[in-house]
Structure formats: C-alpha cells, structure tokens
C-alpha cells in the first residue's frame, strides 16, 4: 500500500470532518460533504480551510 493510499484512508475535511476524494486530475482533493476543494502541490495537499474553494455541485447550480 502506497503512502497516498494510507493517507486518503485516514484525512478528513479540517471544516466538517468529511470524506475526501481525488479530483479525477489529481490536482486537489474535494470534500464529498461540504465540498471544499484543496489544492495539492508538489504532491502535498494544502488542508487550510482559508485556502479551500466551495466548489458548486451540480444539483446547486441547477
């Protein structure tokens, strides 16, 4: 089991304590909750709750 296995078990959104997922680019991991985005870079996630972005889900913009 690869390090980034072992951490996307085990982090939580630092907002609501929600699951997270990879974005399907790799590039941030989203909140399946509250769904704020954070960023990743050079391969660490940026977990700072000022940095996130409230992504609108499909159901919202509708």
Do not use: F, Q, W
Request: glycine fraction near 4%; charge should be negative; hydrophobic fraction near 40%.
């Amino acid at each position: 089991m690869s390090v980034n296995e072992i951490l996307m078990k085990n982090l939580r959104c630092p907002a609501c304590l929600g699951n997270l997922e990879l974005k399907p680019d790799g590039s941030a991991l989203k909140c399946l909750e509250c769904h704020r985005v954070y960023a990743i870079r050079d391969e660490i996630p940026i977990m700072l709750i000022d940095e996130a972005v409230i992504e609108e889900t499909e159901a919202s913009s509708a």
